[in-house]
C-alpha cells in the first residue's frame, strides 16, 4: 500500500476529489437501487458489490492512465478518431436499443454494454488538442487547419446526435471552447456554430428520434400543457427534491424513488437531494466546481500546448456534463439522460470518465515533476 501511494502523482486535490464522489456514489446507488432490487427479487447488495467492482476498475484505470506521459495520447489521437467513427456507424445500425436509441454495443460473453459516444468523447478531444496544438503556427490557414477541425467536429456530432443528441451538444460545446481556447479565428468558429445550429435541426426535425425530441423540448417550455406521461419523470424529480428540504429525509428514505424510472442514474441527483437535502445537494454542486477550479490551474501552469488543450477539453466535458444532469433534476432544463459523472451507477462510462481523470493528473504530473525530453518524444507547439 505504502509502494502505491508513493506512485500516487500529479493533483492531490483532484485525487480527494475522485475518492469523495466515489463514496458518495457508493451511498447514492445502494439507496436508489432498492426499489429495483426488490422488482426484480434481488438484494440491493448486489447491485452495490457491482457498482463497486466497476469503481475499483475505474480507480485502476485512473491509476494506470495518471502513470502514463499524457504526451503518448496524442500519438494515438488518429488512432482513436480511426476507430471511433466505424463504431458510432456500427452503433447505429446493429446497437443495442433501449428506449427506442441504439447508443450501445453488447460486450459478447460479459453482460456489459459499451456506449460507444463515451470513447467519441475521449477520441475527439484528444485529437482536437493534438491538431490545435500542432497547428498553431498556420491555425489561421482554412486548409491546414479549420477544414481538418471542422469535419471531425460536425462528423462525430451527427453520428452521435442522431442517437444520444444531449451528449452531442455537449460534446459540440466542449469542441468550440477548445477551439476558442487554441485561437481559431471568430468567424470560422462562427461558421463551426452555424454548421452546428443546421445539423442540430436536422436531427431534431428529421431525424429517427424526432418524436422523443420535441415532445421533451416541448415538456420542458410548456409544462402547463404537456402530457403527464411526458413530464412524468421531471415532475417525481422536483418533488423528490422539494420534499428533501434543508436537511433531506435521511440515508435510504427516499420516497421518489419508487416512481422515478432511473433514481441511480439519470437522476440520482434528485434521490441524493431528496435524502441529504440542500445541504447535500450544494455540497456535491461544491465539489464539480472545485474541480472545475484544479483544472483550470492545472490548464494555466502546463508547459505543453499540447497539455493545456488536453486537460481544458476533458475537464470542461466533465464539468458540464456533471451540471446537465443536475440541472435536468432541478427542471432547469429538458430531460437529457445524461449519467452525473462517478456517481451514477454505471458500466463503461465509469471507466472512460476515470481515464479522463488519469489523463488530467498525467497532465498535472508535469507541473509538477517536469520530464526530460527523450528520444523519440512526441513533438508539439
Known sequence: MDQILKNVKGDRWIWLIVILL???????VYSSTGTIAYKHNTGAESYLMKHMFMLFGG?????????????????ISKLLMIITIPLLLYTLVFGSHVNDASRWIAIPGTGLTFQTSD????????????????????????????????????????LIALANLSTALMLFGVSILLLIIGRISIKQISVVCLAGMVLLAGVIFLGPRRAT???????????????????????????????????????????????????????IYATIVEEYGLIGGFMLVGIYLFLLYRCIKIVTKAPKAFGALLAAGLSF?????????????????????????????GG??????????????????????????????????
Not at 466515489?22 to 447514492?28: D, G, Q, V, Y
Not at 480507480?59 to 500519438?75: N, P, T, V
Not at 465509469?350 to 525530453?373: C, H, N, Q, W, Y
Open 317 to 345: 466535458s466533465l464539468t458540464i456534463q456533471a451540471f446537465a444532469n443536475m440541472a435536468v433534476a432541478v427542471g432547469l432544463g429538458p430531460v437529457t439522460g445524461v449519467p452525473l459523472p462517478l456517481v451514477s451507477m
Open 59 to 75: 480507480l485502476a484505470l485512473m491509476y494506470i492512465s495518471h502513470r502514463l506521459d499524457y504526451r503518448w495520447y496524442a500519438g
Open 213 to 267: 425530441y420535441v415532445s421533451r423540448i416541448q415538456a420542458f417550455m410548456h409544462p402547463e400543457k404537456a402530457n403527464p406521461d411526458k413530464s412524468f419523470q421531471s415532475d417525481h424529480s422536483k418533488i423528490a427534491i422539494a420534499t428533501g428540504g434543508f436537511v433531506g429525509k435521511g440515508p435510504g428514505n427516499s420516497t421518489e424513488r419508487n416512481y422515478l424510472p432511473h433514481p441511480y442514474s439519470d437522476f
Open 119 to 158: 470513447l467519441a468523447k475521449l477520441a475527439l478531444i484528444t485529437y482536437l488538442a493534438r491538431t490545435l496544438s500542432r497547428k498553431q503556427e498556420n491555425i489561421k490557414d482554412v486548409k491546414q487547419s479549420f477544414i481538418p477541425i471542422m469535419g471531425s467536429v460536425c462528423l462525430v456530432f451527427i
Open 348 to 381: 463503461t462510462s465509469i471507466l472512460f470518465t476515470s481515464v479522463a481523470f488519469g489523463i488530467i493528473l498525467s497532465v498535472s504530473r508535469d507541473i509538477d515533476e517536469p520530464r526530460k525530453v527523450v528520444v523519440g518524444e512526441i513533438r508539439e507547439a
Open 22 to 28: 466515489s463514496l458518495i456514489s457508493l451511498l447514492a
